[in-house]
């Protein structure tokens, strides 16, 4: 799997939009973008993902550069809960499953 | 989104003892499974996939005697940590997939004293 690159820690005042990028500029073209988040002593949460066009959901966008080298998770208005561990996977798809590998993600603290 | 569980949520147990951790795939089926343990302070760490109706497929260092995984239906995996001893205490997660997506269980809580 293609390796990512992230920033270890980043703040973020409540209100805000919180940018978290990622670098993937090994990514394959099967490959896809997933971000993940995780609170502290809970299991990953599932936020986004993305082959090569940008993505929203209720919870984020997903903005993926044209070269698919790097993507920026964006988060509209960041809340105290969103404070977390924010993983970037790179990942192919598969039926049969492939696992994710995750790095050490970046630590988003959001502050009143 | 799609829901995994598991049970138990935290589990305290005597060094020796064997304990088994329950994932189910709650609105969904998945042929495919996976466990993880995650140290404090660290990442998630993949042990091993878990394919129903076969064997696991471990990852490098992962003692398969030891953690002894079971896929027996396309809802339930089940991870069982023989004689386990305190350097086993750890945060152990599961996680199936659904179409594109991986979703997580909320992890079991292991303490081995």
């Known amino acids: 799997d293609a390796k990512t690159t992230q920033p270890p820690s980043m703040d973020c005042a409540e209100g805000r939009a919180a940018n978290l990028p990622c670098n993937h500029s090994?990514?394959?073209?099967?490959?896809?973008v997933y971000w993940y988040r995780q609170i502290h002593s809970q299991g990953p949460q599932y936020i986004i993902h993305?082959?090569?066009n940008n993505e929203t959901n209720e919870m984020a966008s997903l903005i993926i550069t044209e070269d698919r080298k790097s993507s920026t998770l964006i988060l509209p208005h960041a809340t105290l809960r969103d404070t977390a561990v924010y993983y970037c996977?790179?990942?192919?798809?598969?039926?049969?499953?492939?696992?994710?590998?995750f790095g050490k993600g970046t630590s988003l603290l959001v502050t009143p | 989104g799609a829901v995994v569980s598991q049970h138990p949520s935290r589990v305290i147990c005597k060094s020796g003892t064997s304990v088994k951790i329950e994932c189910r795939s709650l609105?969904?089926?998945?042929?495919?499974m996976f466990w993880y343990r995650q140290f404090p302070k660290q990442s998630l760490m993949l042990m091993a996939t878990?394919?129903?109706?076969?064997?696991?497929?471990?990852e490098q260092g992962v003692e398969k005697d030891k953690f002894l995984i079971n896929h027996a239906s396309l809802t339930l995996s089940t991870l069982t940590v023989t004689s386990a001893h305190p350097e086993d205490s750890s945060f152990y997660i599961c996680?199936?997939?659904?179409?594109?997506?991986?979703?997580f269980g909320p992890g079991t809580r292991l303490l081995v004293l």
């Open positions: 996977i790179v990942s192919p798809f598969s039926n049969s499953g492939y696992a994710l590998n």
């Open positions: 609105d969904f089926q998945a042929t495919t």
């Open positions: 090994t990514i394959s073209g099967n490959e896809y």
């Open positions: 878990s394919n129903e109706g076969s064997k696991a497929t471990y």
């Open positions: 993305g082959l090569k």
């Open positions: 996680s199936a997939r659904s179409q594109e997506t991986q979703y």
